[in-house]
Structure formats: structure tokens, C-alpha cells
């Protein structure tokens, strides 16, 4: 069974960092396009950053670019978010998102993607 998992998140102030990792079993996620999005509470789910499979390409939303990096593991089941600068607003439960579409410029729209994780909370707070 295609299970996603995240981890890494947790409470940190303002102007600090935190390493999301994402980590897939029963499949690797060399060969799919992965998608970290986001939800706080009273929000709609947001993208964030993606990856496509060949890892040539990213993107990223507006609110974190400068800010959030995407990246893939040396291992082929583990991406990462890199987030430094972090700010209040980026409270939320984080989420990594597996595709089986390819695109040459990944989406940040869910309804692109195949598989999920089950979320991890990140909150920013003094």
C-alpha cells in the first residue's frame, strides 16, 4: 500500500527554521512529482512548493518564495522543505502530496495529485 509520511514539524519562533521531511513507503517517489501544501484553521488547503520527478524543475507560492526550499533526499523515498525566515502566518498543518502527472513546471493545485500524508503541525509562535 502507497503510504506518505511527514515529519518534522513542531513550535518555533518567529524568524526561525524547520526541516519537513516526507518520506514514502511501499513506492518511491523518484518517479512522481511531490507537492508539500498547507491548511490552517478557517483556511483553504494552499500549495506551497513542488517538485517535479526529474527534479530539474520547482515551484513555489508567492508567500514563501525566498523562504522555503523543496528538495529531493539521496534516498529516492524522501523529499524536503526547507523553511527558514518563518513567520506566524505559516501556522498550519503541513501536508506532502505524491503525482503520478508529470508537468515540465509542477502544480500547486491538489486536485493534481494522487496520494497524501496525513499532515504535520507546524506552529510559529513567541
Known amino acids: 500500500q502507497l503510504q506518505l509520511v511527514e515529519s518534522g514539524g513542531g513550535l518555533v519562533q518567529p524568524g526561525g527554521s524547520l526541516r519537513l521531511s516526507c518520506t514514502a513507503s511501499g513506492f518511491t517517489l523518484d518517479t512522481y512529482t511531490i507537492g508539500w501544501f498547507r491548511q490552517a484553521p478557517g483556511k483553504e488547503r494552499e500549495g506551497v512548493a513542488c517538485i517535479n520527478r526529474s527534479a530539474f524543475s520547482t515551484n513555489s507560492a508567492d508567500s514563501v518564495k525566498g523562504r522555503f526550499t523543496i528538495s529531493r533526499g539521496n534516498a529516492k523515498n524522501t523529499v524536503y522543505l526547507q523553511m527558514n525566515s518563518l513567520k506566524p502566518e505559516d501556522t498550519a498543518v503541513y501536508y506532502c502530496?505524491?503525482?503520478?502527472?508529470?508537468?515540465?513546471?509542477?502544480?500547486?493545485?491538489?486536485?493534481?495529485?494522487?496520494?497524501w500524508g496525513q499532515g504535520t503541525q507546524v506552529t510559529v509562535s513567541s
Open positions: 502530496a505524491a503525482a503520478r502527472k508529470w508537468n515540465l513546471i509542477c502544480a500547486l493545485r491538489g486536485s493534481e495529485y494522487d496520494y
